[in-house]
C-alpha cells in the first residue's frame, strides 16, 4: 500500500485525498441523521414510558368561558340578533354575487325526493290577519327532514290481582287471576330489549364506544356504572348467539361455499395489557342463498375449516392455500379454484416474460368477460350454468 502512494503524482494525492474529504463528509451527514432519528425515537420512547398519557386536552386557566347567552341581558341579546341578521346578510350577498360571476350551468336538476316511508308530521301555520270574509284558495307546502333524538322512558307494568268475591276463609287457598309477565330474555335486567339492541348498534353498528355511550346516557341525567353496561352487552350477545347458530346452520345446509380467511389482531387478556395476538376470522359464504357466516379461531390451520364442513357435501371454492387440501380431497367435495389468484401469480410474473404471462392474461379475461355479461343481463344461477357450459369451457 505504501509503495503504491509513493508511486503516485502530486496531483493524483491532492485528488485522493479530496476524494477521501468528500467520503467523510457523506458518512458524517449519514451519522448525524441516523443520530437525529434516534434521538427522535428516544424523545417518543420517553414520552410513551414517562410523559402524560391521557390525550384529553388542557386549556389555559387564565382563558375566559364561553358566554352563550345565559347570563346577558335582553339588550344584548337583541343586539347580538342584529349582528346575527347583518352576517346572514353579509354571506347572502356574497353568494349571490358568486354565483353571478360563476360561469353559465345547465338546469339545476332539482332536489333529491324525501324518503316516502318516514311519517309526516304537518304543522299549519295560520295567518295572523282576520281571515273570516276571504276563502282558502290552496296551499303552500314546505318539506323538510327534521331529527328526533332518541328518548329514554321508563316502561312500568301494572297486573292488577283478581281474588273471588267469596273468598271469605283464609285457610282455603284461593284461586288469584293475574296476567303473565312477557318475557323480556333478559330475566331481571332493567335495561329493555330496545336500549340492549341500541347500544349493541352503536358499538359494533357505528363505532361508538361504551365509555361514550356512558357520557351520552350522563347528558340526560342517567348514571350507569361502566361495569353494568358490559353486563348488558354480554346478555345481548349471549342471545345474538342463538340467532348466530341459525344462521350457521342455513349457510352450512348448501352444496356450495366459498371460503376464505383473514387476519386480525385479538388483545391478550391473559399476558401484558394492550398485547395482541393475531387471530383468523374464516368467511363461509354462500352464494346462490347469498348468506355468510363469520367463525374466529385463534390459528390459520386446516383443522378449523375441517372440523366446521364435516358434514359438508358439493362445491367448495376457496384459493391456493394448503390448509384447504384435506377438504379437496374428501370423497364428496368438489374443489373449484379462484381465478383472481391465478391470474395474481400472472400479474407477479410480469417482469420474468412480459410476453409470454400478457398472452396468458389476455386468455383469462375471456372468462372475465363472460361473467361480466352474465352480471350485466342479471342471469339466475341455472341461467348462468347454461351460458357457462356453452361460453366458458376450455377451448385449448
Not at 39 to 59: D, N, Y
Not at 135 to 140: K, R
Not at 266 to 278: E, F, I, P, W
Amino acid at each position: 500500500m505504501l509503495n503504491a502512494l509513493e508511486s503516485l503524482s502530486k496531483e493524483d494525492l491532492i485528488a485522493l485525498i479530496g476524494q477521501k474529504d468528500v467520503l467523510l463528509k457523506e458518512q458524517q451527514a449519514h451519522y448525524t441523521e441516523v443520530l437525529q432519528q434516534k434521538e427522535s425515537e428516544i424523545a417518543k420512547l420517553r414520552r410513551m414510558l414517562f410523559g402524560q398519557k391521557r390525550e384529553r386536552f388542557e386549556t389555559s386557566p387564565i382563558q375566559l368561558p364561553l358566554d352563550f347567552g345565559q347570563t346577558l341581558s335582553e339588550q344584548e341579546i337583541k343586539e347580538l340578533e342584529e349582528l346575527i341578521n347583518k352576517k346572514a346578510e353579509l354571506v347572502k350577498q356574497q353568494d349571490d354575487k358568486a354565483r353571478d360571476t360563476d360561469r353559465p350551468r345547465g338546469p339545476h336538476p332539482g332536489r333529491s325526493p324525501l324518503p316516502k316511508h318516514l311519517t309526516v308530521q304537518q304543522l299549519v301555520l295560520e295567518p295572523q290577519e282576520d281571515t273570516t270574509d276571504m276563502v282558502l284558495i290552496g296551499n303552500e307546502v314546505t318539506d323538510s327532514l327534521q331529527y328526533e333524538p332518541s328518548r329514554f322512558y321508563i316502561q312500568r307494568i301494572v297486573r292488577p290481582k283478581y281474588a273471588p268475591k267469596s273468598a271469605n276463609v283464609i285457610d282455603e287457598p284461593v284461586h288469584i287471576a293475574i296476567a303473565e309477565l312477557p318475557q323480556s330474555g333478559f330475566g331481571k335486567c332493567i335495561a329493555g330489549t330496545g336500549l340492549i339492541a341500541q347500544i349493541l348498534i352503536d358499538k359494533y353498528c357505528d363505532h361508538l364506544p361504551l365509555y361514550r355511550q356512558l357520557q351520552r346516557f350522563k347528558r340526560e341525567g342517567i348514571d350507569i356504572a361502566p361495569a353494568t353496561m358490559d353486563h348488558w352487552v354480554k346478555l345481548g350477545m349471549q342471545r345474538l348467539e342463538l340467532l348466530y347458530e341459525y344462521q350457521k346452520s342455513i349457510v352450512l345446509k348448501s352444496n356450495y361455499l366459498q371460503v376464505d380467511e383473514t387476519t386480525i389482531k385479538v388483545l391478550d387478556h391473559d399476558n401484558k395489557k394492550g398485547k395482541t395476538h393475531l387471530g383468523y376470522f374464516w368467511a363461509y359464504h354462500d352464494p346462490l342463498g347469498k348468506q355468510a357466516f363469520f367463525s374466529y379461531e385463534p390459528g390459520r390451520g386446516g383443522k378449523y375449516p375441517t372440523t366446521m364442513l364435516s358434514d359438508f357435501k358439493g362445491y367448495l371454492q376457496t384459493d391456493g392455500y394448503a390448509g384447504y387440501e384435506g377438504l379437496a380431497q374428501r370423497e364428496g367435495v368438489v374443489h373449484l379454484a379462484c381465478w383472481a389468484h391465478v391470474r395474481r401469480k400472472f400479474e407477479e410474473s410480469l417482469s420474468y416474460d412480459k410476453a409470454l404471462v400478457e398472452t396468458g392474461m389476455a386468455l383469462i379475461q375471456e372468462p372475465y368477460a363472460i361473467e361480466r355479461h352474465m352480471k350485466e343481463k342479471g342471469l339466475d344461477s341455472d341461467q348462468t350454468k347454461e351460458l357457462r357450459l356453452k361460453e366458458a369451457l376450455p377451448k385449448y
